[in-house]
Nanobody, 125 residues
Framework: VQLQASGGGLVQAGGFLRLSCTTS????????MGWFRQAPGKEREFVAAIRSSGGHTYYADSVKGRFTISRDNAKSTLYLQMNSLKPEDTAIYYC???????????????????WGQGTQVTVSS
């Protein structure tokens, strides 16, 4: 199982970034793919998820309307477009896949089977 996140960086408040997560073909056809983030001293928190079948998307309230999760099946890649970034979005962002999760569990990190290494996003005020 291989997940590789990239695209993080330093950006000013109000700016944007697009994160990418490449996955092995074998794991891409899983039930849900998601993005989580973890700020220093805080627990890992759910950001967004997308269902593999049908492409339905789910978002944390804190990012709804600013972030968009999407996927490119041909490239086996998951994306997170982040607009109107705020300093409180600063964190390490992780992509993950859940092979057997049910919808009610997708905000729970324990529902995910595999994780990428994380990419740092820093938003300056």
């Amino acid at each position: 199982v291989q997940l590789q996140a990239s695209g993080g960086g330093l950006v000013q408040a109000g700016g944007f970034l697009r994160l990418s997560c490449t996955t092995s073909i074998r794991t891409y056809g899983t039930r849900y793919m998601g993005w989580f983030r973890q700020a220093p001293g805080k627990e890992r928190e759910f950001v967004a998820a997308i269902r593999s079948s049908g492409g339905h998307t789910y978002y944390a309230d804190s990012v709804k309307g600013r972030f968009t999760i999407s996927r490119d099946n041909a490239k086996s890649t998951l994306y997170l477009q982040m607009n109107s970034l705020k300093p409180e979005d600063t964190a390490i962002y992780y992509c993950a896949n859940a092979q057997r999760a049910i919808q009610s569990s997708i905000p729970n990190p324990e529902a995910y089977d595999s994780w990428g290494q994380g990419t740092q996003v820093t938003v300056s005020s």
